[in-house]
């Protein structure tokens, strides 16, 4: 099976930092990735998909790169409202989802 | 507009089988495309994708669950049912249903249910 790992798994960042987590694959999954937010008591919401392909209606802020076994999640400008457990997902071969990382505000 | 919510058993005992229902609207299982997953979260841990069923009726399961898995739909009620056999703490979880993408065969998700929490003791 794939394995997914994120890093780092909490960070704290004032409002208006550029924040970025990390998300490295076991093996190439060439660019089938997507991003997850998840806030406290509430289902994950999609954000990115196709490791850059931005879901309509999420904020400008966040984008994503990569390909192969590397990838990033970059909000350029963090907010409150970013507060939240962000989660990579491979779907290369079946889906597995990283640890996930915590963001919160300094 | 679409939703899902999922419905079962808030407490389930060991060794018994869980059966969770999902109602969606908004979409339909009988449309070519169309694709539900179940996924559960174990408190404080992350996801895990758990079975898919799509509008041919082809399922597909996490390897290292296939044998407690099953998974089927019902069209005219807009559902999807899992279920999982011989059940065990380690299995207590918030369980998610989820839509699989309008197009193309990708296993990442665009709409999730709230969830529905299964806790496994005796």
């Known amino acids: 099976d794939i394995q997914m790992t994120q890093s780092p798994s909490t960070l704290s960042a004032a409002v208006g930092d550029r924040v970025t987590i990390t998300c490295r694959a076991s093996?190439?999954?060439?660019?089938?990735l997507a991003w997850y937010q998840q806030k406290p008591g509430r289902a994950p919401q999609l954000l990115i998909q196709?490791?850059?392909s931005l879901e309509s209606g999420v904020p400008s802020r966040f984008s994503g790169s990569g390909y192969g076994t590397e990838f990033t999640l970059t909000i350029s400008s963090l907010q409150s409202d970013d507060v939240a457990t962000y989660y990579c997902?491979?779907?290369?071969?079946?889906?597995?989802f990283g640890q996930g990382t915590k963001v919160g505000i300094k | 507009q679409v939703t899902l919510t999922e419905s079962g058993p808030a407490l389930v005992r060991p060794t018994e089988t869980l059966t969770l229902t999902c109602t969606f609207s908004?979409?339909?299982?009988?449309?070519?495309?169309?694709?539900v997953s179940w996924i559960r979260q174990p408190p404080g841990r992350a996801l895990e994708w758990l079975a898919r069923?799509?509008?041919?009726?082809?399922?597909f399961y996490t390897r290292s669950l296939r044998t407690r898995l099953a998974i089927s739909k019902d069209t005219s009620k807009n559902q999807v049912v899992l279920t999982m056999t011989n059940m065990d703490p380690v299995d207590t979880a918030t369980y998610y249903c989820?839509?699989?993408?309008?197009?193309?065969?990708?296993?990442?998700?665009?709409?999730w249910g709230q969830g529905t929490l299964v806790t496994v003791s005796s």
């Open positions: 989820a839509r699989g993408p309008t197009s193309g065969d990708y296993l990442f998700f665009d709409y």
């Open positions: 908004g979409f339909s299982l009988s449309t070519s495309g169309m694709r």
């Open positions: 069923i799509g509008w041919d009726d082809v399922d």
């Open positions: 093996q190439s999954i060439s660019s089938w």
């Open positions: 196709r490791a850059s």
């Open positions: 997902q491979q779907y290369s071969s079946y889906s597995t």
